[in-house]
């Protein structure tokens, strides 16, 4: 069960294998309890595709392309899932971040799932990626963990097998 003190969102894990594991797994992972073993990806939960956004506090809304928690192995991943056309600009774009950031410190999906939801920004070119990228890297320090960006082609190992940013 989750802890009650808030913690950061790269501490959030918490199992034996977790805790004694020389590789840090990603802040939206949650290893599963000893025995519990899944052999192929399996989707666990996907968003409703109408309206598919995510309210919080008095005005506040999110709306991913997509949420989804994946299960592999002993692990379950939790993703809201970005899908970008190149049509916002990066002053749109770190807006959307700071919304997820503030999503992620309300502690709503920890408290109820044990794990808060990365972010997948899927891009059509390496050269978006790059964009989507530096406007993660102008985001504080603590908020960049949160954030993931693979092209179209990387985007099902990102999901299943992301690596720490």
């Not at 009650?4 to 939206?28: G, N, Y």
């Not at 999901?159 to 940013?165: F, N, S, V």
Request: charged fraction near 25%; aromatic fraction near 8%.
């Amino acid at each position: 069960s989750p802890p009650s003190k808030r913690t950061t969102a790269s501490s959030r894990i918490r199992s034996r294998a977790a805790l004694s594991a020389s590789v840090k797994p990603p802040p939206c992972a949650y290893l599963m309890p000893q025995g519990y073993r899944i052999h192929s990806p399996t989707v666990r939960r996907t968003a409703p595709t109408s309206p598919n956004q995510v309210q919080y506090g008095r005005v506040q809304v999110l709306r991913p392309d997509a949420f989804v928690r994946l299960a592999t192995g002993d692990t379950l991943l939790s993703w809201f899932i970005e899908v970008d056309r190149a049509t916002e600009s990066p002053r749109q774009l770190a807006a959307k971040c700071r919304r997820y950031r503030a999503y992620e410190l309300t502690d709503l999906e920890y408290r109820q799932h044990g794990v808060s939801p990365g972010v997948v920004f899927v891009v059509p070119t390496e050269h978006r990626a790059d964009r989507i990228r530096r406007v993660i890297a102008s985001q504080p320090l603590d908020a960049r963990g949160l954030f993931w960006v693979a092209t179209k082609a990387e985007a099902v190992q990102t999901l299943i097998r992301p690596k720490i940013p």
